[in-house]
């Protein structure tokens, strides 16, 4: 026979195709199966397995074959309706052999196994030595590329695990997890990530405002910044530092939060708004407020934190007893209440703005409805 090639370590094996026998005429066909792997162990997911009586041609061209079934994608074939005899059994890929079994058998009603293990003693010696080292520092390259995918697969199994155990409260199940997963690779500012918001659901949050800083900084240092991961890790830093009792920081954290991801921008600013609403400096928080509405004009929650943080404002009318609202207050209530009517807030709104002069949120209410 012709030399032929191996398939993923691209090499050619001679074997003598001395000893074939021509298939036996009989009656009940017979079928065939078997699994296809080449020199380097691998399983094989194309090709062919061809049989054959035809003895006179050396020639993957001209030789004719009886039967042809496809290797699947596990590296499986199976045939059957095969008329019983003795058949000489090629894998072929590309219309070229790659290996062969000679005196194959097919029994009348039986089904006949033949796997074809090139990594078998008989097929590697028929290599050259050239050959042979391909295959070698083929073998070695795909066992760097084995130990890396499996390091992959074992940083991924602990990130799924450590999320799982964060919906469950698990959060000191959840550092375990992500504590190793740093270890054994520092550079990955995803891991960091994770491993500050389960040390963030704990509570501990100096612990998680240096995880969440890191994953910032691996992210930046990237070749490509992921703005997602930025995003997320400023918007929890801003949590963590607002733990850790450090409001100013906070609020930098959140900005960095919204430059780094601007298609979330009216999320982080809206966090920056509550912090603020709730360390009592409403007057920034209704600035931070207008920066969220800015960012996503559809975020009712950012119009309620901003009447919020004007109704301080309101004054008392001593012969109505209504309120007359402050500029951008009656406003925000109204948008509030379009955007979010059976929001959470929109019972307490509704209660808001009843107490309002009714002339001034008619008024308002008729204004609005001109500018449509």
Known sequence: MKSRILTVAAVAA??????????????????????????????QNTGDIKLTTDRSSTDDKTRKYDYSFPVDAEGNYKGSGIKPGKYVVFYIVNGKSVDYFNDVEIKPGADTLQDDDMSREEFLKSMTPEQRKQLEDYKKQNAAAVAANKAVANLNALLSGARDDEKAGKYDDAIAKMQQATTQKPDEALLWLELGNAQLGAKKFDDAATSLQKAADLNAASKKPNPSIAGSAYNNLGQALIGAKKPTDALAAYDKAAAAEPTKAGVYYYNEAAVLYNAGNHEQAAQAADKAITADPTKADAYY?????????????????????????????LKYLELAPNGSHAADVQGIVSAFDEKQVSAFKAARGKKK
Do not use: R, W
């Not at 065939?32 to 080449?38: L, P, S």
């Not at 901003?306 to 109505?320: N, R, V």
């Open 14 to 43: 001679l074997l003598s195709p001395a000893g074939m026998a021509f298939a036996q005429d009989q009656a009940q066909p017979g079928s065939i199966h078997g699994h296809v792997q080449n020199a380097a162990g691998q399983t």
């Open 305 to 333: 934190i901003k009447g919020q943080s004007l109704i301080d404002k309101a004054a008392l009318d001593p012969k109505t007893q209504k309120m007359t609202a402050p500029d951008g207050c009656l406003e925000s209530y």
